[in-house]
């Protein structure tokens, strides 16, 4: 759990500035941050489609510590990059260790848990990126504000993640995988659990939908709803939200209702992310005044919040589910790579959007996709999910 805080803490730390990173510094139109952003979150999927197999064929310990290792690293190439070319490189390369990071991580936890609390338990180790996503951000963008120093940014999370890397190094890992291992045969189920693609494809709607919300919210925030210093307090809400979610949400977890918990988050944050965008517009059409614009805004943060700290660990604990022993890293890897894939296409697609056709269209498309997401769940996804899992039970 500490690995994974400082993990998410150091990601979360400069995530929401690197767009104003990059029109401050380089004067990056809103399509070429859309472009540059979105490399990290592509190439996090890419290397996760391996990282599945890595952790569930070698020394988990190890594995975890040569990619925090390199993780750990890259956040000094930013402080070196001294053009907008070598920034989305070194941006970009800095995805791989991420998401190979998380699935090592995670797949760890899932093994020292014993089975009767592994639902809840995971709800619990998600807990600890709520936690960092609710300070990061916050303390983030309270810096910036009194300080306009981007280096010092990037130093914070160098050293934070450093932090992670030297606790990782300190544990006793007593369950490392046996170094006897089967000839490798070519074979999708290797990298992407197939029996589950119906969750894969799902919660890419959502992380499309988390994408466009936290890489554009402190810019839009700022240039459209005359809120300049809120994006830390919205931050905070919405883990706050996460929070006590999970633990409020742990209780059915324990009892196994995953598809009655992944129901009530993703209604929670269906009316989240439509009362973001649509709350401005019914305020401006009845005449109130603008100020009054931050009641949606922080309301939405607490109903996404809680909808995703419900939503995420059932979600997890259903892939986890449906899968063998031997399959759990690649289950991981599964359902984190198909929420990257969402995200970096509401990254990428956000900033063209938003380019060609403003940011209130970026974030209408946003509420859009979430509901087309909530429709799959009604109607395809809890029906398969009960006829898999009485393959396992």
Same mark, same amino acid.
């Given at each position: ?139 983030? %963008?309270?810096?910036? /504000?009194? !300080? #306009? +120093? ?5 130093? &914070?999370?160098?050293?934070?993640? *450093? @932090? ?88 059915? %977890?324990?009892?196994? /209702?995953? !598809? #009655? +918990? ?5 209604? &929670?944050?269906?009316?989240?992310? *439509? @009362? ?118």
């Amino acid at each position: 759990m500490i690995t994974n805080f400082t993990l998410f803490f150091s990601f979360y730390l400069i995530t929401p500035l690197l767009p104003l990173y990059l029109s401050e510094t380089f004067s990056a139109s809103k399509d070429t941050i859309g472009l540059v952003l979105s490399g990290y979150t592509l190439v996090a999927l890419i290397v996760r489609l391996f990282s599945g197999y890595m952790v569930d064929n070698f020394a988990r310990k190890t594995v975890l510590l040569v990619v925090l290792f390199i993780y750990f690293i890259f956040f000094g190439s930013y402080l070196i990059a001294g053009s907008l070319l070598a920034f989305a490189i070194f941006r970009t390369l800095h995805g791989g260790p991420f998401g190979a990071t998380t699935v090592a991580n995670s797949t760890m936890a899932i093994d020292v848990l014993p089975a009767s609390r592994r639902n809840e338990g995971i709800g619990f180790y998600g807990m600890s990126n709520n936690l960092a996503s609710a300070i990061a951000p916050t303390i983030g %963008l309270f810096i910036y /504000k009194y !300080t #306009h +120093n981007f280096q010092l940014m990037f130093w &914070l999370a160098f050293i934070i993640a *450093g @932090i992670g890397f030297v606790n990782t190094y300190t544990l006793d890992v007593k369950n490392e995988r046996p170094k006897d291992r089967t000839k490798f045969k070519f074979s999708l189920d290797r990298f992407f659990l197939m029996r589950g693609w119906f969750l894969a494809i799902n919660i890419c709607f959502f992380g499309f939908c988390w994408g466009v919300l936290s890489n554009y919210l402190a810019i839009y925030g700022k240039e459209h709803l005359g809120i300049t210093s809120g994006t830390g307090t919205y931050f905070l809400l919405l883990s706050i939200g996460l929070i006590v979610s999970r633990l409020v949400g742990n209780k059915a %977890l324990s009892q196994g /209702k995953l !598809t #009655h +918990n992944a129901m009530e988050g993703i209604v &929670l944050s269906t009316f989240g992310f *439509g @009362i973001f965008i649509a709350g401005p517009c019914i305020l401006d059409y009845f005449s109130c005044d603008a100020k009054l614009n931050f009641i949606p805004y922080y309301a939405s943060a607490i109903l996404i919040g809680f909808g995703n700290g419900h939503m995420w660990p059932a979600f997890q604990n259903m892939i986890i589910a449906i899968a063998h022993h031997n399959e759990r890293g690649t289950a991981n890897s599964t359902i984190l790579t198909s929420w990257d894939f969402g995200l970096g296409l509401g990254i990428l697609l956000g900033g063209i959007i938003a380019e060609y056709m403003g940011y209130d269209a970026m974030f209408w498309v946003m509420a859009g996709v979430h509901v087309v997401g909530l429709v799959m769940y009604v109607f395809t996804t809890q029906g398969r999910f009960k006829e898999k899992q009485k393959q396992f039970v």
